[in-house]
């Protein structure tokens, strides 16, 4: 197994990649980190095999930490910034992956990863997996469809959309600029704000009830004061928002 850590100043991207470590079996997913400083830390003790290593991030560039980590571990660099490829390379990288990263593409340099890194025995190289359940969206804001009961969202190439049907919506939550849509089978991610998604959706069923959460109405399964439940989430619910939801409960 090839240890792996993913540092990233974002949340929402550290999400996506510790789902696509989760569904390789060569790896496994010892941490995630938004502070270089602290996985810096765990390879000088030598927790880690491989680096999920963003480039772009306060305190400490990618780039400045490939340098102080030395040859203590393995590193594919991910960025949204395409200029720092060569000087990557220089640095000994193991691949380069361009956000937003696709699973195809990630399990490419996985597989990179795996016939660098020594072991015991070396499994056989492995077919493709099927599609990561989270579908990521590339940054582009969503377009709506409200009469048809549904949007489109960009997806991760260029000509590339994803359906996502209102119906099948249970919540929303805002991640700095990115959303994650959660459905029933899968979550999608994609820069944008909740606001901007927010002004596309049609109002009922869906309701902000938080600065970081939309929900839908029709799935909520309980309100407990100021926490709704849907499905096993806890979604809280700002006093802001309180009131209108409790109206809303009632005319239904």
Not at 28 to 53: C, H, K, R, S, Y
Not at 202 to 227: A, C, E, Y
Request: aromatic residues 8%; neutral net charge; contains cysteine.
């Amino acid at each position: 197994m090839i240890r792996c850590l993913a540092v990233d100043d974002e949340a929402p991207a550290l999400l996506i990649l510790a789902d696509y470590i989760g569904q390789l079996p060569f790896l496994t997913l010892v941490g995630t980190t938004t502070n270089p400083i602290e996985a810096l830390t765990m390879v000088q003790q030598g927790q880690v095999d491989l680096v999920f290593l963003d480039i772009q991030m306060p305190k400490l560039t990618g780039l400045q930490f490939l340098k102080l980590a030395g040859n203590k571990c393995r590193v594919i660099l991910t960025t949204a910034y395409p200029e720092y490829a060569l000087e990557g390379y220089e640095n000994d990288v193991v691949d380069y992956l361009l956000k937003p990263v696709s699973f195809e593409r990630f399990f490419k340099a996985a597989q990179k990863a795996l016939a660098l890194l020594p072991g015991p025995t070396a499994p056989a190289p492995m077919a493709a997996p099927m599609a990561a359940p989270v579908a990521v969206a590339a940054p582009v804001a969503a377009v709506a469809a409200p009469a048809a009961g549904h949007m489109f969202v960009k997806g991760e190439s260029k000509n590339k959309f994803l359906r996502v049907n209102h119906a099948d919506i249970l919540y929303i939550e805002g991640l700095s600029n990115y959303v994650s849509i959660q459905l029933p089978t899968q979550r999608v991610v994609t820069y944008q704000t909740l606001r901007e998604l927010a002004e596309t959706l049609p109002q009922p069923p869906f309701l902000r009830v938080h600065k970081s959460f939309i929900v839908s109405l029709d799935k909520i399964r309980m309100v407990d004061g100021n926490t709704i439940y849907i499905q096993d989430k806890e979604i809280p619910v700002s006093e802001t928002y309180r009131e209108q939801l409790y109206r809303l409960i009632r005319e239904q």
